[in-house]
């Protein structure tokens, strides 16, 4: 088992920007993939960025290339999602999520086999 708890969301202004962090504990963290999806309301879960377990390969949806960067300290069991010039689009829940498969990075909901509770990301235009 491996729990997992977001943290960092809240209310930005269109061009701000907010870091999340993913929290770890139970089995190795560094075992596992790491990735980042994100819900908004009447949509379905999607990709936004995921990173094999030893940090070495990541993988980004078109949408956030160039804007999101995904990084994990494996010391810290802690994985981050750093969102920069963010977008009223943007606006979501976001969850971190892993993944037993580690490369290539997983992009599937259904590869992630344990995900944390979400954390609440509001761009304001």
């Known amino acids: 088992q491996v729990q997992l708890v977001e943290s960092g969301g809240g209310l930005v202004q269109a061009g701000g920007s907010l870091r999340l962090s993913c929290a770890a504990s139970?089995?190795?963290?560094?075992?596992?993939?790491m990735g980042w999806f994100r819900q908004a309301p009447g949509k379905e879960r999607e990709f936004v960025t995921g990173?094999?377990?030893?940090?070495?390969?990541?993988r980004y949806a078109d949408s956030v290339k160039g804007r999101f960067t995904i990084s994990r300290d494996n010391a810290k069991n802690t994985g981050y999602l750093q969102m920069n010039s963010l977008k009223p689009e943007d606006t979501a829940v976001y969850y971190c999520?892993?993944?037993?498969?580690?490369?290539?990075?997983?992009?599937?909901?259904?590869?992630?086999?344990?995900w944390g509770q979400g954390t609440q990301v509001t761009v304001s235009s």
């Open positions: 999520a892993a993944a037993q498969r580690s490369w290539p990075v997983p992009q599937a909901v259904s590869e992630y086999a344990y």
């Open positions: 139970g089995r190795t963290f560094s075992s596992y993939a």
């Open positions: 990173i094999s377990a030893g940090g070495g390969s990541t």
